[in-house]
């Protein structure tokens, strides 16, 4: 089964920037669409980003779109989330997931997620 492994969590105040990291231990990810979920305390889980199995194509949810990328280095098994102008509704635990493909990972199905990376926006 697939690991991943998330990093690069903090405070930091609105507007401001974070890159979490995920560390994959199968790649390149022709088995798996893998991406970005959050989840803020009292709220649902949401999918934030991912990119489709075989790497050409990514989402990004509407909340976060011109403001977060997701990418990967295949190089590194790394996947990546730049989040800038951070909002405080952006607070939240961070996961990185796999699942079967893109339709699996938006209805929040997951083969495999992380520890998560915690988030916090505040002034």
């Known amino acids: 089964q697939v690991q991943l492994a998330e990093s690069g969590g903090g405070s930091v105040q609105p507007g401001g920037s974070l890159r979490l990291s995920c560390v994959v231990s199968e790649y390149p990810t022709s088995r798996y669409s893998i991406g970005w979920f959050r989840q803020a305390p009292g709220k649902e889980r949401e999918a934030v980003a991912a990119?489709?199995?075989?790497?050409?194509?990514?989402y990004h949810d509407e909340s976060v779109k011109g403001r977060f990328t997701i990418s990967q280095d295949n190089t590194k098994k790394t996947l990546y989330l730049q989040m800038n102008r951070l909002k405080l509704e952006d607070t939240a635990m961070y996961y990185c997931a796999a699942s079967p493909d893109v339709a699996s990972f938006l209805d929040l199905n997951f083969d495999a997620w992380g520890q998560g990376t915690l988030v916090t926006v505040s002034s």
């Open positions: 990119i489709y199995r075989g790497g050409g194509t990514t």
